[in-house]
């Protein structure tokens, strides 16, 4: 505590009062910050063989291979002798992406950017198609054709109970003979969401369709399981529309040990220049238990 000697004028010794209540609010608010921990942040890491992290305080943790949280203060870099990956959050896991030499003190190896998580629900972006490519037109062709929009969920990413949500919305036409078209969700090699093949109408020009799709992570590993639901919905006036739930009776056998791309797949009945599908927005978030 500061005393003052007063100067018997009564409007200065008020201005002194208020300055020494200045200080020491400044003082309380600095011993404060002194005295608190830094700020943390968890890290989850997989398939590292481990890292060594030194932390703010400059003790060093070391963080070991598999499915591992850890709360490291804020600031921490990496100081093993080898070189380090790259570190980019998918799902719930942070994954290596690249070596990229030896981390100096005070390195972050967290990319900046790299997790959005929504502050309220905690829902993250997985994916969103900023350009609508070439390759997102399929037309004229019998061939189950994929969307160049795609994204990949890195391998050992999923957790049990992780539930990811994927919308689909585009354009379509068709021909003065009505085809079908079936479109389908596919993780790697296998279909996990379905509409069938959907009988159109004749002489539909560019029209809206649009589809959902749940997958929720049942088990993981590579004899991992998801539950996948859907529904699809394609427009054929300004109030009618062709809708069709994508179903499954029973959870898909998915290896999350393994990088999965997910792809959408469109297949046409006819080979027409007026059959055409395009795919303009596809979005995919994940929410994590």
Known sequence: ????????DVGQDAQWDHTEKRLARLEALQGHATSNPAPTQRVVVSGQSGLTVQQSDGTNSVIACGVLQADLAAG???????????????????????????????????????????????????????????????TNTLAATAFTSTFTLAANSLVAGQQIRLRLFGLYGTS???????????????????TGAITTIASVTAAGWKAEVD?????IGAGGTIEAQGYAEFATAATTALSV???????????????????????????????????????????VP
């Open 245 to 287: 739930n994508m179903t499954n009776a029973a959870p898909i056998s998915i290896d999350t040990t393994s990088a999965q791309i997910v792809t959408v797949v469109v297949t046409w009945s006819l080979a027409a220049a007026a059959d055409t599908i395009t795919l303009r927005m596809l979005s995919a978030c994940s929410d």
């Open 215 to 219: 997958l929720t992570v049942d088990t």
């Open 1 to 8: 505590m500061r005393f003052f000697k007063s100067t018997g």
């Open 176 to 194: 003065i003979v009505a085809p079908n078209v079936t479109l389908a969700v596919k993780l790697g090699a296998t279909v996990v969401a379905t």
């Open 76 to 138: 921490f870099a990496v100081v093993s002798a080898t070189p380090y990956a790259t570190i980019s959050r998918t799902a719930n896991v942070i994954v290596p992406l690249a070596n990229s030499g030896t981390g100096a003190a005070g390195t972050s190896i967290i990319s900046a950017n790299q997790d959005h998580v929504h502050p309220q629900t905690g829902s993250r972006l997985l994916y969103s198609n900023i350009t609508v490519p070439g390759g997102n037109t399929i």
